[in-house]
């Protein structure tokens, strides 16, 4: 149903007169073992984690995907002969989400599935990494490899050129990631922790921030403000997954499979947590290259790895008979993050039977001492575009970074007492939460850096997105434009020491229009144990709007003549001119969103052009613009 807000634009005449390469094969350490990194979570930690997730539950395909299927026409037909329509990118997937898991799983759509897709040989996936013996496998997985594919994809933009060569600009940097949940050790992370960081930060660029990770430099977190800033916006809109539920054998038609099969059709690319150290290889394939026949059940490497394609007629040699035997055929290519010349692999990648993710093999005189390969994918969903609604610049001191959490909150301006206040990254031991409780009792000697990894104070100033926490508290009333709302970043020093943390200035920037409001208080605020707040009143320019599907009214003072608003009621965004559909009832104009949805995080301009009359002939003196921000679901990782 469509949602309806209100603007009341006065007619009046009287008010009209005053109206005023080389970075694959690089090894930064000398080294013949490879780093791996997934830390390992338990089954009930990785159960409390999908818990909080949307589960995917339908995959529609886009116009990416119905390019690899034969077409009559440039049309395709169901099997009932009905015209199947290309989803918008960034709106293919369908979610059951946590608390709503009774409400029964949705019927499959129409998609149609070509043999074989290979998205690592598309210009929106990255040149093969190395991450050497860095223990940064998530960072590379879920950021190089998957973030900067999925957001290609979504953004019409390139990861490599035709020639191979790195589109530096438009890949997500590992290092980042690594550096803000590896608690300042060559150590394995958390799975969980990367994904709050990706949500909670974004993640920046390799041109802008190295991917290169050292041994020095694993400890040191990004200082560079306009670094992070620009993390912000390749933020995705969600991660999602899917388990296999399945007790028999894995093959091409596999509800589990086929899902994967359609996120790769639409040109997207998933993570899997598994244990590359127990894979059996073969080059017993059909083309030579390397294969997984199978995993141990010996939890050997944990690992995270990239699903970059399929190809239904691949043979993988499951039972190593050279013989192509009923259920080895059918296969995912899979991405690694050992460069391009490692052992076992061929140019970077491998394949892996369909058969091997499951725990029971449907090949005769397979090994029996096996498990299942990985059961469950993630998935992140791009945004097309992304602009957070305010930002807030918060300049600190410490020389123990591990201490410092943040929280940011909003109220109205008639109040102290904020109306929500969050963590930054959702109460996640990571950066800026009080990162050293994770590692806090393993090496307490990592409590003693500062922001890149030596004794002494430092002074930084990090941008924080506010937009969770308007989302949390406005997503289901929004709010109009111009609108005043008191902002509060809370610094707490949660660790009981002698040392403290000093909060300095804050500056809240709303990147829509420039505006910069400083907070009135100037002093500086020294948390020892404690916490420290300031505040911002700010005037929130855009309407914020609070469904991507809700319509707009405006009111007017006088009825308006239907034949003057087409082409003087429009929408801009992006340079783009985009005439919706109005409709006028008396005095008010309805106005239904662009292409059936507005996109969320983002602004839009609305057009009131001096064309529009009342019935009694007046008309507006000068254009009036209105910006409009409108918000995506606020949810919770």
């Not at 984690?49 to 034969?70: M, T």
Request: contains cysteine; charged residues 20%.
């Amino acid at each position: 149903m469509k949602r309806n807000v209100l603007f009341i634009i006065l007619m009046l005449s009287v008010l009209f007169q005053n109206s005023a390469f080389i970075f694959a094969e690089e090894i930064t350490d000398e080294t013949t073992e490879f780093g791996t990194g997934l830390a390992d979570m338990s089954d009930e930690q990785w159960a409390e984690f999908n818990a909080k997730l949307p589960l995917i539950v339908d995959v529609k395909p886009n116009e990416i995907a119905l390019s690899r299927v034969e077409n009559t026409e440039n049309q395709l037909f169901s099997n009932s002969d009905e015209e199947i329509i290309a989803e918008k990118i960034g709106s293919e997937v369908s979610y059951v989400y946590p608390g709503d898991m009774s409400s029964g799983s949705i019927a499959s759509s129409e998609f149609p599935l070509s043999d074989a897709v290979d998205v690592s040989q598309s210009l929106t996936f990255p040149p093969i990494g190395n991450q050497g013996s860095i223990n940064s496998c998530v960072a590379w997985s879920l950021g190089y490899y998957q973030l900067t594919n999925n957001n290609c994809v979504a953004r019409g933009t390139k990861a490599k050129t035709s020639s191979g060569a790195a589109v530096k600009e438009n890949i997500m940097s590992p290092r980042f990631i690594y550096s803000l949940v590896n608690g300042g050790k060559n150590v394995g992370t958390y799975y969980d922790e990367a994904c709050a960081a990706i949500m909670s930060y974004g993640c920046p660029n390799i041109k802008s921030y190295s991917y290169n990770i050292t041994k020095s430099n694993l400890k040191e977190w990004c200082i560079n403000t306009d670094v992070w800033n620009s993390a912000i916006y390749n933020k995705p809109r969600r991660i999602s997954y899917e388990s296999n539920n399945s007790t028999e054998p894995i093959t091409a038609t596999t509800p589990f499979v086929i899902n994967i099969k359609r996120l790769l059709s639409n040109g997207y690319v998933v993570t899997v947590p598994t244990f590359v150290k127990s894979f059996v290889y073969t080059t017993n394939t059909s083309t030579g290259a390397y294969g997984c026949r199978y995993m141990k059940n010996t939890e050997l490497g944990a690992h995270a790895m990239t699903i970059v394609g399929y190809d239904d007629e691949f043979w993988v040699d499951v039972n190593n008979n050279k013989k192509k035997d009923n259920g080895e055929i059918g296969a995912f290519k899979i991405a690694n993050s050992w460069g391009a010349s490692a052992s076992n692999y061929t140019n970077g990648y491998l394949w892996m039977s369909y058969d091997a993710i499951g725990s029971e093999s449907a090949v005769s005189n397979a090994p029996k001492s096996r498990a299942a390969a990985f059961d469950t994918y993630y998935f992140i969903e791009p945004e097309t575009e992304y602009t957070p609604l305010l930002v807030a610049n918060v300049k600190m001191t410490t020389k123990k970074r591990n201490q410092v959490a943040v929280k940011v909150g909003i109220s109205n301006t008639d109040t102290t007492t904020p109306d929500e206040l969050i963590s930054v990254v959702n109460n996640y031991n990571i950066a800026f939460n009080n990162a050293s409780q994770s590692w806090v009792s393993e090496d307490t000697t990592i409590l003693d850096k500062n922001f890149t990894g030596g004794t002494s104070n430092q002074t930084v100033t990090i941008p924080f997105d506010l937009t969770p926490v308007i989302k949390k508290a406005y997503d289901s009333v929004g709010f109009t434009e111009k609108t005043s709302k008191r902002l509060y970043i809370e610094v707490t020093d949660a660790v009981n020491n002698n040392d403290n943390i000093t909060l300095k200035d804050v500056t809240i920037v709303e990147p829509i229009t420039g505006k910069t409001i400083a907070s009135s208080n100037t002093s500086d605020l020294v948390a020892i144990n404690n916490s420290v707040t300031k505040t911002v009143d700010f005037e929130i320019t855009p309407f914020v709007g609070y469904d991507e599907n809700q319509d707009i009214t405006l009111v007017f003072n006088n009825n308006i003549q239907a034949s003057t608003v087409a082409n003087n009621i429009y929408l801009s965004k992006d340079d783009n001119i985009i005439y919706p559909k109005c409709d006028v009832i008396d005095n008010r104009v309805i106005i239904s969103p662009p292409t059936n949805e507005y996109t969320t995080d983002t602004d839009y301009e609305l057009h009131i052009g001096t064309g529009v009359k009342s019935k009694g002939g007046n008309s507006m003196q000068s254009e009036r613009i209105i910006l409009i921000y409108i918000l995506d679901e606020y949810y919770v990782y």
